[in-house]
């Protein structure tokens, strides 16, 4: 019997524990998740509740009844650090020790590399983010607005989002004001591609949504934004996503890198450690973080760790790093991107009404239907 512990159970953590029992139910492979939060979040309808669109309740639920009852252990605690010597994973409660890991951590959100980000900005990256820039908006009365992300952050879409539903708020309460939108890439949304960026620049022009890049952040005041090469943005609404970096508690698996992000190989094993597994925003892959790419990783990962512990010849499995998102526009009308990030082989770019529809069944089906979390459909199934 192997101990199989996992990491974390974001869109990660729990895709690759789903995964994992279905692929092991005949076995006694022990399973064991370990995770801070006991509420898993869907994180891309954030936007929709710092809008007033959703509320929390609709767009989260309870782990411990859903492990209890696909039969896998869940135990809400706090990891500080992990131990590969000893192959324990300490956390506050003790260690639980494991033979296989998978490290599925998410990102780190790094305040304190941009002062006064943590006092005067806002983000949509948890409920609480979510909630305190509903409160400011709610209190808004208008005047220069900044929106964007900060250097290091490797999810851009939900940025997007925020500029354009600010835009409709704006003009629905009637406030006088003007959006800023700064981001540190070369070109907007540069990873989806030529024609994902010449149509969101057209859109950001007609919205008149105003795009500063590649610029970086370097202070954040009261009522203006600072970026390293001195610009000032003057700023009433300052809504930044802060630079990401890996959890402090896998520093120690990171060798040196400078994020603390841990390295794979494509069947996301870590370059590493052989009994340990990486998926989710905690790897070092480059571009874009996604529940997207978290969920593909998490495929892999739980397919060729299966294959490990049942000591199965069978064909292991290779990771294919491609990006796949829907920017609700507003208005009803959405943007479909799907591209591959380390061949040509695949750009899908769509728009229309369709986008915003899948994008909401998508997160209806996530949190309040068995598809996903008792059937275990896998991402790599769902075809758009
Ligand atoms: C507003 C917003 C909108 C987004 N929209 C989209 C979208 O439309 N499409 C898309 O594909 N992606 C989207 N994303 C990105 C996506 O949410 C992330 O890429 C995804 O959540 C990463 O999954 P993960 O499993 O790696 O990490 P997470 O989902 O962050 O999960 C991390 C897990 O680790 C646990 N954890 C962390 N540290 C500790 C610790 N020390 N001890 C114990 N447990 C710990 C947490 O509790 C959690 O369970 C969006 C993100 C945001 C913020």
């Given at each position: 019997?192997?101990?199989?512990?996992?990491?974390?159970s974001?869109?990660g953590?729990?895709?690759?524990?789903?995964?994992?029992?279905?692929?092991?139910?005949?076995?006694?492979h022990?399973?064991?998740?370990?995770?801070?939060?006991?509420?898993?979040?869907?994180?891309?309808?954030?936007v929709?509740?710092?809008?007033?669109?959703k509320?929390?309740?609709?767009i989260t639920?309870n782990?411990?009844?859903?492990?209890a009852?696909s039969?896998?252990?869940?135990?809400?605690?706090?990891i500080?650090?992990f131990?590969?010597?000893?192959?324990a994973v300490?956390?506050?409660?003790?260690p639980?020790?494991?033979?296989?890991?998978?490290v599925?951590?998410?990102?780190?959100?790094?305040?304190e590399?941009i002062?006064?980000?943590?006092?005067?900005?806002?983000?949509?990256?948890?409920?609480?983010?979510?909630l305190?820039?509903?409160?400011?908006?709610?209190?808004?009365?208008?005047?220069?607005?900044?929106?964007?992300?900060?250097?290091?952050?490797?999810t851009?879409?939900?940025?997007?989002?925020?500029?354009?539903?600010?835009?409709?708020?704006?003009?629905?309460?009637?406030?006088?004001?003007?959006?800023?939108?700064?981001d540190?890439?070369?070109?907007?949304w540069?990873?989806a591609g030529?024609?994902?960026?010449?149509?969101?620049?057209a859109?950001?022009?007609?919205r008149?949504?105003?795009?500063?890049?590649?610029v970086?952040?370097?202070?954040?005041?009261?009522?203006?934004?600072i970026?390293?090469?001195?610009t000032?943005?003057?700023?009433?609404l300052t809504i930044l996503?802060?630079?990401?970096?890996g959890?402090?508690?896998q520093?120690?698996l990171?060798?040196?890198?400078?994020?603390?992000w841990l390295?794979?190989?494509?069947?996301?094993?870590?370059?590493?450690?052989?009994?340990?597994?990486v998926v989710?925003?905690?790897?070092?892959?480059?571009?874009?973080?996604?529940?997207?790419?978290?969920m593909l990783?998490?495929?892999?990962a739980?397919?060729?760790?299966s294959?490990?512990?049942?000591?199965?010849?069978?064909?292991?499995?290779e990771y294919d790093?491609e990006?796949?998102c829907?920017?609700d526009?507003?208005?009803?009308?959405?943007l479909f991107?799907?591209?591959?990030?380390w061949?040509?082989?695949h750009q899908?770019?769509r728009?229309?009404?369709?986008?915003?529809?899948?994008?909401?069944?998508?997160?209806?089906?996530?949190?309040h239907?068995?598809?996903?979390?008792?059937?275990?459909?896998?991402?790599?199934k769902i075809?758009?």
């Amino acid at each position: 019997m192997a101990r199989i512990v996992i990491a974390g159970s974001g869109f990660g953590g729990l895709t690759a524990a789903l995964q994992l029992k279905k692929r092991l139910k005949n076995s006694n492979h022990r399973i064991t998740v370990l995770a801070k939060d006991n509420q898993f979040v869907y994180r891309p309808s954030l936007v929709l509740v710092a809008f007033g669109k959703k509320s929390p309740k609709s767009i989260t639920f309870n782990l411990e009844t859903l492990y209890a009852k696909s039969g896998i252990e869940f135990l809400p605690t706090t990891i500080e650090s992990f131990d590969v010597e000893a192959k324990a994973v300490n956390t506050k409660t003790g260690p639980v020790f494991y033979d296989k890991l998978i490290v599925a951590l998410g990102e780190k959100l790094q305040y304190e590399e941009i002062p006064g980000l943590r006092e005067y900005g806002y983000n949509v990256c948890s409920i609480e983010g979510a909630l305190a820039l509903r409160s400011a908006l709610e209190h808004f009365d208008g005047g220069p607005i900044v929106v964007g992300w900060s250097q290091f952050v490797q999810t851009g879409g939900p940025a997007f989002e925020v500029a354009l539903e600010l835009e409709e708020w704006l003009k629905r309460h009637d406030l006088p004001g003007s959006i800023q939108f700064i981001d540190p890439l070369p070109k907007l949304w540069a990873p989806a591609g030529p024609e994902a960026t010449e149509f969101l620049t057209a859109l950001f022009a007609e919205r008149k949504i105003s795009r500063m890049g590649p610029v970086q952040v370097k202070e954040v005041k009261a009522d203006r934004v600072i970026l390293k090469d001195g610009t000032e943005l003057p700023s009433k609404l300052t809504i930044l996503t802060p630079p990401f970096r890996g959890e402090d508690a896998q520093s120690s698996l990171a060798n040196g890198h400078s994020r603390d992000w841990l390295e794979t190989g494509k069947d996301m094993r870590s370059v590493h450690y052989p009994d340990i597994y990486v998926v989710g925003s905690a790897v070092a892959f480059e571009g874009p973080k996604q529940a997207h790419t978290a969920m593909l990783q998490a495929e892999t990962a739980a397919h060729n760790l299966s294959l490990e512990v049942n000591q199965s010849s069978a064909p292991r499995k290779e990771y294919d790093h491609e990006m796949s998102c829907v920017l609700d526009l507003g208005n009803g009308q959405g943007l479909f991107v799907r591209r591959s990030l380390w061949n040509d082989q695949h750009q899908v770019v769509r728009t229309g009404r369709r986008w915003p529809m899948a994008k909401s069944a998508l997160a209806y089906s996530f949190v309040h239907t068995p598809i996903f979390k008792k059937w275990g459909v896998p991402m790599s199934k769902i075809n758009p």
